[in-house]
């Protein structure tokens, strides 16, 4: 059974990284605003004027 | 702020979306093949074509190619647009696309040629795990890439659930897929046994977790606010269903064992978390729901959100099942049957396959700049799918209780109701094939589609880069010109134990972890011992056949299960085992103790048609079993390989191993010559035989030297099936 080990191991390793980055988010006030990305997620924002882009 | 000019790339979306129709198709076309061998063994087409080697095509397939693409679609599209940024490099964005879909076809190629690992889901060989991993990567770094550059400083909750999707797959298919190679097609798990099952259900329910659900949710907290044109219900309980969602995951792998010879303390685990899963899961598919309150009017006029509301309620059902199945009472009776192919079907052709033709609807029409060629179609499509979802689930589940309840019938004086195990395969084939005319129409329903987008995209015209404009990230902090990178690191105190740990971790690991699996693999019961080198030769070949996809070797500790097969499995019993075969669903009998329960001669006469032997049978023929040359020339090669994981074979056997295997093989000849059956010892099917002659024996034969040392013993018949339950403490139920 000693590979539990191991899975726990690379479980909590991943679930550390998680951590790391729940921490981050919440620091990096990620989290402050917690409606305003919803709506402005619906807004793709094309330019006003045509571009020299072409396909 | 100065709005800087950028385009979205679109081809790389388009080329993805493609292959997620086509890998569909042939994903689903597999399934009904699939589905009809086990109505008409005819259907088993010779010897690249049995249900054994098309039934991984089939699940690959669906899971990786047309899953897979889904995910690289929604996830290429979306996340440009979340971060107003184009991916971080084209380049890598080809490498991903033209990566994953010649890994897909050698896939397909080399699971007909009966090159498999023999683990569930993870049955590719070895140089392909390789490329998976290495275009895997490509992909990560390609989207880590474009969330660094990005111009949108807030990280939408999609995209969280697109990273944990790629950090958490990496590391389950690194874990999975440690094997040694014996050839360029040919490796064994490093893992033998209990340990390879419980890596294999770790990274098997993980990947149902990380690949089939993580990112599909952030495509659903994508697309339907996109096509119902308005903000998610909660974007607050999004993050709390993210968070939650992650951290109770990963430690429900061991629900898939229950009842099997994992230690019980980590089979309860499984079950606690399973049970806790449905508070995120249900979290996240209101939060999807509810997202169109007060709009479901126009739910019935826009087909995409039809299907998305369908693969919603579909991922609240299976959400729901999933747990219940968890529990050890429900388990004993859904596991090994066809419910379990029921539960993953409504996950499969539900919440993935309408969530995609959802997206595919909305998404085809906007990259070629055109409207959907016939919501008509799309209507027709919907019915399809849905009857076909219906008609496939609803006859698993009277499938897989009717069975589950005939394996488990005692008549009244204590026998098997249903000794036969064949009696209750017959009982339930009426809702096979109902299953394969619900497979059918849903099939029907995505070529309908495939129509409808052919023609839309015909309509319109790609837009392969899409402009947009966007100002750029200001910056919030600025490192101080001059001073050393560590000292960045130096000022985070928590953050740098936390990277030493990991690191430590890490370099643990990475040096201990070897021989700590190969000292564990020392057997507990002394009269378990390692196969001889023709069952070895054997047992590749049983696994090559994908005999596992219909078999299990898992005796449960029920008197349903020890009356029908025999003395219930111990750990100690598949310490050699590399990989364990132990199965998930048995469309036929569990073979752990099938060793000495019949003669050679029955076992060559099923392999080459099991229907003269039992009338019925849904077993393919293995005709060319006999045709084949035993490939004696590997037998050095697997046995040093198996010396290495710590299979205690004497020191310089590689070399005899084959007279050995010659003798072995002479003798099960020449037994069978005695039933007129000729056949040279050189052939696969002696092999075969001598594998399943073996299977289960070990603990058997120190059954017979108690019996035999009791003092009357009044009848001895040889060759009637050896039953050991006498002898067993009757246990469970």
């Avoid at chain 2, 679609?73 to 971080?88: E, I, N, P, W």
């Avoid at chain 2, 889901?121 to 890439?145: H, K, Q, R, T």
């Avoid at chain 2, 249900?282 to 509301?309: C, I, Q, S, Y």
């Amino acid at each position: 059974m000693g590979v539990i080990y191991i899975l726990i191991g690379a479980s909590f390793l991943v679930a550390a990284i998680f951590l790391v980055a729940f921490i981050w988010a919440i620091r990096s006030d990620q989290y402050k605003d917690d409606y305003t990305p919803s709506v402005r997620m619906l807004h793709d924002n094309p330019p006003k004027q045509k571009s020299n882009t072409t396909d | 702020m100065e709005l800087e000019r950028f385009s979205y790339d679109n081809k790389i979306v388009r080329n993805f979306a493609v292959a997620t129709l086509v890998w569909g198709i042939v994903g689903m076309l597999v399934g009904l093949v699939v589905a009809l061998q086990l109505v008409w063994p005819d259907a088993n087409a010779g010897e690249m074509l049995t249900f054994g080697r098309t039934r991984p095509v089939h699940t690959n397939a669906i899971i990786f190619a047309f899953v897979g693409n889904g995910i690289f679609a929604g996830v290429y599209y979306s996340l440009q647009r979340l971060l107003k940024a184009r991916m971080f490099s084209d380049f890598l964005s080809k490498v991903n696309f033209w990566g994953w879909q010649s890994i897909i076809v050698l896939a397909a190629v080399s699971l007909l040629l009966g090159k498999t690992t023999g683990k569930e889901y993870a049955e590719l060989e070895w140089p392909i795990d390789i490329l998976i991993a290495l275009v895997w990567v490509s992909f990560g770094i390609n989207m880590l890439g474009t969330i660094l550059k990005r111009r949108e400083r807030h990280l939408y909750v999609a995209i969280w659930f697109y990273i944990a999707t790629f950090v958490t797959v990496a590391m389950l298919h690194i874990v999975n897929s440690i094997e040694i190679p014996v050839s360029l097609f040919k490796s064994y798990s490093w893992y033998a046994g209990v340990q390879d099952a419980l890596v294999q259900w770790w990274y098997g329910h993980n990947a149902v977790a990380f690949f089939l659900t993580t990112p599909y949710l952030g495509l659903m907290y994508y697309f339907i606010p996109k096509a119902a044109n308005r903000p998610v219900y909660s974007y607050k309980l999004s993050i709390i269903h993210f968070w939650a969602l992650i951290f109770l995951y990963i430690w429900a792998g061991p629900h898939h064992l229950l009842y099997s010879a994992l230690p019980d303390w980590a089979q309860s685990l499984g079950t606690v978390f399973s049970i806790m899963l449905i508070a995120p899961s249900w979290g996240g598919m209101l939060n999807g729901l509810l997202t169109l309150r007060g709009a479901w009017d126009t739910v019935r006029e826009n087909p995409v959100l039809k299907f998305m509301v369908v693969a919603v309620t579909c991922y609240g059902m299976a959400t729901f099942e999933g747990p219940m199945m968890s529990l050890k009472s429900v388990n004993a009776i859904s596991h090994f049957t066809d419910w379990t192919i029921g539960h993953t079907h409504v996950g499969g052709l539900g919440w993935n396959g309408f969530l995609t033709f959802g997206m595919m609807y909305w998404l085809i029409p906007k990259l070629y700049n055109t409207k959907l060629h016939s919501v008509r179609m799309a209507n027709i499509h919907f019915w399809l799918g849905t009857l076909g979802i219906v008609f496939y689930v609803v006859p698993m589940y009277f499938a897989g209780i009717t069975q589950s309840l005939m394996w488990k019938e005692f008549n009244p004086d204590g026998t098997l109701a249903y000794p036969n195990f064949l009696e209750t395969v017959l009982q339930i084939k009426y809702a096979y094939a109902m299953r394969a005319f619900g497979g059918s129409l849903y099939l029907a329903g995505a070529v309908v589609m495939v129509l409808n987008l052919i023609k839309t995209a015909a309509a319109g015209s790609l837009v392969a880069n899409e402009d947009a404009e966007a100002p750029a990230l200001a910056k919030v902090y600025q490192a101080k010109a001059g001073s050393h990178w560590h000292r960045v690191i130096e000022r985070r105190p928590v953050q740098m134990l936390v990277f030493s740990l990991v690191l430590v971790a890490v370099g643990g690991l990475v040096e201990l972890v070897p021989t700590f699996l190969i000292k564990s693999n020392i057997p507990t019961i002394s009269s378990v011992k390692p196969y001889t080198p023709l069952e070895l030769q054997g047992r590749d070949i049983y696994i090559r056949e994908g005999c596992y996809t219909c078999h299990s070797q898992m005796i449960r500790p029920f008197r349903s299960e020890t009356a029908r097969y025999g003395e219930y499995s111990k750990a100690g019993e598949f310490v050699y085992d590399h990989p364990f075969q132990w199965g998930s669903k048995r469309n036929g009998p569990d073979l752990q103790r099938e060793g000495g329960k019949r003669n050679n001669a029955w076992h060559f006469l099923h392999l080459m048609n099991p229907r003269q032997t039992s009338t019925g049978s849904t077993m393919p023929t293995y005709e060319w079993l006999i045709k084949h040359e035993l490939d004696t020339a590997s037998t050095a090669a697997k046995i040093n390989a198996m010396i290495t994981l710590g299979v205690p074979y004497p020191e310089g056997y590689a070399s005899q191993a084959n007279n050995d295997l010659m003798k072995q093989a002479e003798e099960i000849s020449a037994d069978l010559a005695k039933a007129d059956i000729e056949v040279p010892s050189t052939r696969e099917i002696v092999a075969v035989i001598a594998y399943l002659q073996r299977l289960g024996t070990d603990i058997k034969v120190k059954d017979e030297v108690v019996k035999t040392a009791e003092p009357v013993q009044p009848e001895t018949t040889p060759t009637a099936s050896t039953d050991t339950t006498a002898t067993v403490a009757q246990t469970g139920e």
